[in-house]
């Protein structure tokens, strides 16, 4: 009997309508979404791995998730006679399903076949989010409220840059995140830039191998108090270096951030990636 086929799949949601990424038992999920469809399209019961697991509100535009369908699967997906490739049919087929049941909140953008060592998790190199503002009453606008924050005081955008400055490397981030049990939170933050778009608005875009659990949205508060004025320059910085999660560490709302996009090696280095990833959380 063949091997399954795996497939890769970028996908966005609006995360408004969901408790985040994973399955929760009586909550809407966007995974639950997304594996009941294919249960609709391949008359299996499949479970699909993320590369980044979103929170309550949270958004995507270039998430990135893989699959296998075995034959059986990829015939119930009905391709018919070879006039299109599997990862077309499956994901018209796809988007049809989502759409009625979660009315395009939802989209699969693409799917191609990949090699069985692929990972969306961890062949992963990068992970990106951006973090929206709208600091000032003046900006904010109602059809706005679904993906932007509404802050009332006006942030200082340089200052905000040269606190992220301060964390990019690698770090122990315990101060930024949700620690979860027997998992590291070492990460390397490989970019970060605070902008000031046309718009008028604030974007805080940031980029790491991984991000532990909660890390943005911590990241980002603590940007925001020392961009207002509350906490003096050089405070982002010694936070990191005290690596401990207390009451100072904030968060911002979920709902004004967007996984933004992943990146990846080269398919034939794919598994190899995906192995030295597990080998060095492992370690550390």
């Excluded at 770090?171 to 070492?186: G, I, N």
């Excluded at 933050?189 to 605070?194: A, D, K, P, R, Y």
């Excluded at 990191?240 to 968060?251: I, Q, V």
């Excluded at 034939?268 to 030295?276: D, F, I, L, Q």
């Amino acid at each position: 009997m063949p091997s399954p086929q795996r497939f890769a799949l970028t996908l966005a949601y609006d995360g408004g309508p969901f408790n985040g990424w994973a399955r929760q038992p009586g909550l809407p999920s966007v995974q639950e979404a997304i594996e009941s469809a294919l249960a609709v399209v391949s008359r299996q019961e499949l479970r699909v791995v993320v590369a980044g697991r979103t929170d309550t509100g949270v958004h995507a535009s270039g998430q990135v998730l893989h699959v296998d369908l075995d034959a059986a699967a990829q015939a119930k997906v009905g391709v018919r006679d070879g006039a299109e490739p599997v990862e077309v049919t499956l994901v018209r087929r796809l988007n049809a399903v989502l759409a009625r049941s979660t009315g395009r909140a939802v989209l699969i953008h693409s799917a191609r076949p990949v090699p069985p060592g692929f990972d969306a998790r961890f062949s992963a190199l990068w992970r990106s989010y951006t973090y929206t503002i709208a600091d000032g009453e003046r900006r904010w606008d109602p059809l706005r409220r679904g993906d932007t924050l509404f802050h009332a005081r006006a942030l200082d955008v340089d200052a905000m840059q040269a606190e992220l400055d301060s964390l990019l490397g690698l770090h122990d981030f315990l101060s930024f995140c949700k620690p979860r049990e027997e998992a590291t939170t070492v990460r390397e933050l490989q970019g970060g830039e605070v902008v000031r778009g046309e718009d008028g608005l604030v974007r805080v875009h940031l980029r790491a191998d991984a991000f532990c659990h909660h890390m943005v949205r911590t990241i980002v508060g603590a940007l925001v108090a020392v961009g207002e004025g509350r906490e003096p320059s050089g405070w982002v910085g010694r936070r990191l270096g005290e690596r401990t999660r207390d009451a100072k560490t904030k968060m911002v709302a979920g709902h004004a951030l967007v996984l933004t996009g992943v990146g990846y090696p080269d398919d034939e280095v794919a598994g190899a990636r995906a192995k030295a990833t597990r080998a060095k959380r492992a370690a550390l």
